[in-house]
């Protein structure tokens, strides 16, 4: 049902949100999320994507069933690239559709926080003088901002 | 079993993956990875912060203490970037 894809190429998130709403008069909202390479300060030429093939759909689709389960969602997108992306560009999309907007705008943000720390993804750094740049270090805020849905959770 | 590697952990040791044979008192995740980081300079090179390195058994994440037994293929990798 979720709409779960990774690829090379670029996606268009207006056209993919509004082929979730379709035909349908029972969503209310529909919240878009897309993430795009930044230029770190100008010295990036592009990031360059790696992703573990087979498990990196398998995880997302877990993540998107927890997110279903954790709220009533009617559609979700996940697109994921890999491969060289250039600042600017797409990496990420995340759609979310409800009935009501908190359960769309908490079911969006719950997507991003697991896909960041749960998708075998990593980003490689290239930079303008030509250079291999260093992997992308996983950030700790990002981990914690993972955690604070076990603690909602936990919580009931 | 199928050992795969991805990002900085791949680069360290040089190669995408392969088949490796532990030996059976390599029960857990964490004693496979004390094990390959024996086999030469590149894997204790990828492996030297083992509480660093993320693992998954047939493609779903793993802690150190899980039991390898009857799996197919296991994953060494850094902390994900994606997102």
């Known amino acids: 049902m979720a709409v779960i894809r990774i690829q090379r190429e670029d996606f268009d998130a207006a056209s993919e949100a509004s082929a979730l709403t379709k035909g349908r008069t029972d969503i209310g909202a529909v ?15 592009a990031l360059e994507l790696e992703h573990y093939p087979g498990m990196a759909e398998e995880e997302i689709a877990r993540v998107v069933a927890d997110a279903e389960q954790r709220w009533p969602l009617q559609g979700v997108v996940a697109i994921h690239r890999y491969g060289k992306i250039a600042p600017g560009e797409n990496i990420v999309l995340v759609v979310t559709a409800s009935s009501h907007r908190i359960a769309a705008l908490e079911a969006a943000e719950f997507l991003m926080d697991y896909l960041k720390t749960r998708a075998p993804f990593w ?7 030509g250079s291999s740049g260093d992997w992308v270090e996983a950030k700790e805020v990002d981990d914690r901002a993972a955690e604070r849905w076990d603690v909602a959770q936990d919580g009931g | 079993m199928k050992a795969v590697y991805f990002a900085w952990v ?42 660093v390195i ?5 493609r779903t994440h793993v802690k150190h203490d899980v039991d390898i037994a009857g799996a197919r293929e296991i994953a060494f990798f850094p902390p994900m970037t994606g997102g």
């Open chain 2, 10 to 51: 791949r680069e360290r040791i040089g190669k995408t993956g392969e088949e490796i044979l532990p030996p059976d008192d390599v029960k857990t995740v964490g004693q496979l990875i004390r094990w390959l980081s024996a086999k030469g300079e590149e894997y204790a090179y990828a492996f030297e912060k083992p509480d």
């Open chain 2, 54 to 58: 993320r693992a998954a058994l047939d």
């Open chain 1, 31 to 45: 919240v878009t999320f897309t993430g795009l390479c930044r230029a770190e300060g100008g010295k990036l030429a």
């Open chain 1, 123 to 129: 980003k490689k750094e290239h930079l303008l003088d």
